[in-house]
């Protein structure tokens, strides 16, 4: 341990000038990453305006999702294709509007259309107000919020991994929660994680297994993107948020980003890694979370495991598509696709005063 006396200092020049320069190393190395991390910041805010905003929606620009789980689909109708999810309290800009249903821009760049009674209309003063307000995560795959602080009390909502509310008060092991639309209920305290402590805590890669290891035996849903069923790509995008990461949407978008790893030899690999399968890198449709010894989770059919080793007896024999790339995430935080919580502009406002 280096002790910094000033006695250890007097008796030691030498130490005393090393000392100073691994400090003065150290300020501006943080220095550096903070301007890095606000630049990063500063230029995503420019880049997610991906699509014009219709005049017609007045200051309310903003929404946020007011639902457990509010479905995207292609277009405004509910017979077509889910083509994505968000959770309650997940930030969208609006494009455009017709009877019953907004078009609406996810914090990844993603598009689609939402039943207008899944989303709360914001102006800009409003979705700032939000930033700053007491928020709270829900860490477990499924739950609810009562209308007492018990769990014998009516049900007001279910909850699912990753939702976001306010918090009102505590009371008995209860959070007092007020959801995006203004309704209220009671959630355990313990089963919810605080908006500082969630976006400031180091990713942990087992933690991302445990959530996809929990997901076991879900139904494969096309367009999922929540506990409440998912595709491949979304099994991804849910366990990475749980750690506070904004992943692209669909796996051939995943695959665009991170740190490209050599699957020649198999011990390259790392519980973590992103492993892309298709005919083609080029032709990508598939995406799975690398556990160890060649194993993987990832949803096709049901979320479940398989191994990429041809000889095991787990291999996914059924499936003609081929492992055509492998990525790891966690050295590549805050780069481009992906995005630390913290430093996401439609979530969190770090630079500001």
Request: aromatic share 10%.
């Amino acid at each position: 341990m280096l002790n910094f006396s000033n006695n250890a200092m007097k008796k030691s020049p030498l130490k005393s000038l090393y000392l100073s320069i691994l400090l003065s190393i150290t300020v501006l190395t943080a220095v550096a990453q903070s301007q890095s991390h606000k630049d990063f910041y500063l230029n995503l805010e420019d880049e997610l305006d991906l699509f014009a905003t219709d005049s017609t929606l007045g200051e309310k620009i903003w929404g946020l999702a007011a639902l457990s789980v509010s479905n995207m689909r292609s277009d405004p109708k509910h017979a077509s294709e889910l083509v994505s999810q968000v959770t309650m309290g997940t930030p969208v800009k609006l494009i455009e509007e017709t009877v019953g249903w907004i078009r609406v821009e996810t914090p990844e760049g993603y598009n689609g259309w939402i039943d207008t009674c899944g989303l709360v209309r914001l102006s800009p003063e409003e979705i700032d107000q939000w930033k700053n307000a007491d928020r709270y995560v829900f860490k477990q795959l499924i739950g609810y919020a009562f209308d007492a602080p018990s769990q014998k009390g009516k049900i007001v909502t279910d909850l699912v991994l990753n939702d976001i509310f306010i918090a009102v008060e505590t009371k008995i092991g209860f959070l007092k929660i007020r959801l995006p639309d203004g309704r209220t209920g009671y959630v355990r305290k313990k089963d919810c994680i605080s908006w500082n402590d969630w976006i400031n805590k180091t990713p942990e890669v087992q933690s991302i297994l445990s959530v996809a290891r929990q997901m076991m035996g879900s139904p494969y849903l096309w367009g999922g993107t929540s506990a409440k069923g998912v595709d491949c790509s979304g099994l991804v995008k849910i366990t990475f948020l749980s750690q506070a990461i904004v992943l692209e949407r669909d796996a051939s978008q995943q695959a665009q980003f991170g740190e490209s790893i050599d699957f020649s030899d198999f011990n390259n690999l790392q519980a973590g890694d992103l492993l892309f399968f298709g005919m083609s890198p080029e032709k990508i449709s598939h995406v799975g979370i690398y556990l160890s010894k060649g194993d993987y989770i990832h949803s096709s059919g049901l979320v479940h495991i398989n191994n990429i080793d041809p000889n095991n007896p787990n291999y996914n024999f059924a499936s003609k598509k081929h492992l055509v790339a492998v990525k790891r995430i966690f050295n590549s935080l805050n780069s481009e696709g992906i995005v630390g919580v913290k430093y996401h502009p439609w979530y969190n406002d770090p630079f500001i005063p």
